[in-house]
């Protein structure tokens, strides 16, 4: 079972916006802005597209962008393209294990 | 530029073993954590082992526990898993992935498939 929690799936049409969650604790996500953002091709490698919450890799478009409030992350992605189509997983830090982070367990994106 | 190339992967009967590597070239090898991540059929991708910059921690997800050991050897930048007493719950592909400066994953390779089957 995942620390992080992120729902299942979400689905939008092209054009619009959809937003992601990813819950977790005053441990992990509530500790600091250290969450992290994903997109996953299954079979290719995993990108990072948001570090520090709200931080964009180069070459990151700007379509994608993050937030936080209190135990909650969010992903939100404007602007759907049919190439956003993939699973999305959220990282955050937490200060109960080791290594200290902890994974989403993960959200299909579907673009209508 | 950043590169992890993981190798090694296959099919393999239940409790034969495996190692499986992970090359990496484009930065200095031996000031970065690096992790092993999987992903089986069908499911999220699921956290397996760590190795620190310099091999002196390691650690292990509970369904790996004494059956998988990983390391590294910096003069070669490499991180190997070694997997024994394989399971067929084992089956996945398999990442080894570069951690940045705060708690982030900023590197991936493409991963290798293990499929755990008699």
């Known amino acids: 079972q995942s620390a992080l929690t992120q729902p299942a799936s979400v689905s939008g049409s092209p054009g619009q916006s959809i937003t992601i969650s990813c819950a977790g604790t005053s441990s992990d996500v509530g500790a600091y802005d250290y969450v992290s953002w994903y997109q996953h091709h299954p079979g290719k490698a995993p990108k990072l597209i948001l570090y520090d919450v709200s931080n964009r890799p180069s070459g990151i478009f700007s379509r994608f962008s993050g937030s936080k409030s209190g135990n909650t992350a969010s992903l939100t992605i404007s602007g759907l393209q049919a190439e956003d189509e993939a699973d999305y997983y959220c990282i955050s830090y937490t200060s109960l294990r080791n290594p200290r982070w902890v994974l989403g367990g993960g959200t299909k994106l579907t673009v209508l | 530029q950043v590169q992890l190339v993981e190798s090694g992967g296959g099919v393999v009967q239940p409790g034969r073993s495996l190692r499986i590597s992970c090359a990496a070239s484009?930065?200095?090898?031996?000031?970065?954590?690096i992790h092993w991540v999987r992903q089986a059929p069908g499911k999220g991708l699921e956290w397996v082992a760590t190795?620190?910059?310099?091999?002196?921690?390691?650690y292990y997800a509970d369904s790996v526990k004494g059956r998988f050991t990983v390391s590294r050897d910096n003069s070669k930048n490499t991180v190997y898993l070694q997997m024994n007493s394989l399971r067929a719950e084992d089956t996945a592909r398999y990442y080894c992935?570069?951690?940045?400066?705060?708690?982030?994953?900023?590197?991936w390779g493409q991963g290798t498939p293990i499929t755990v089957s008699s």
């Open positions: 484009g930065f200095r090898f031996g000031t970065y954590d």
């Open positions: 992935a570069r951690e940045g400066p705060t708690y982030y994953i900023d590197y």
């Open positions: 190795i620190f910059f310099d091999g002196a921690s390691e």
